[in-house]
């Protein structure tokens, strides 16, 4: 079983910035891509930002060059910068992670429970 924990949430006003980190814990072999969602009332959840594990990147449009992410391999944490946030920003935003339980074995998805991330004007 892996669990996925999130931390870093919270309110911040216009133009502000908050850090959510996630860290991956239990029994598996490695963790492969690992990302942040988000999910905002009414809406699908969707990608904000991947990155493998030899650090490549990729970010949705509406965030690029405002959050960055990053990740400590042998932590098994992933972390979301986020700066210059705005109100559609709000959002509950998720951990993911892609993780296999043995060498070349099957890949598996797993979510954190979510963060809430609240951007006042």
């Known amino acids: 079983q892996v669990q996925l924990v999130e931390s870093g949430g919270g309110l911040v006003q216009a133009g502000g910035s908050l850090r959510l980190s996630c860290a991956a814990s239990?029994?598996?072999?490695?963790?492969?891509?690992m990302a942040w969602y988000r999910q905002a009332p009414g809406k699908q959840r969707q990608l904000v930002a991947g990155?493998?594990?030899?650090?490549?990147?990729n970010y949705a449009d509406s965030v690029k060059g405002r959050f960055t992410i990053s990740r400590d391999n042998t932590k098994n944490t992933v972390n979301l910068q986020m700066n210059s946030l705005n109100p559609e920003d709000t959002a509950v935003y998720y951990c993911?992670?892609?993780?296999?339980?043995?060498?070349?074995?099957?890949?598996?998805?797993?979510w954190g429970q979510g963060t809430q991330v609240t951007v006042s004007s």
């Open positions: 993911n992670a892609e993780v296999i339980h043995r060498f070349l074995g099957p890949k598996y998805n797993y």
């Open positions: 239990g029994s598996f072999f490695s963790a492969n891509a």
């Open positions: 990155i493998g594990r030899d650090g490549s990147t």
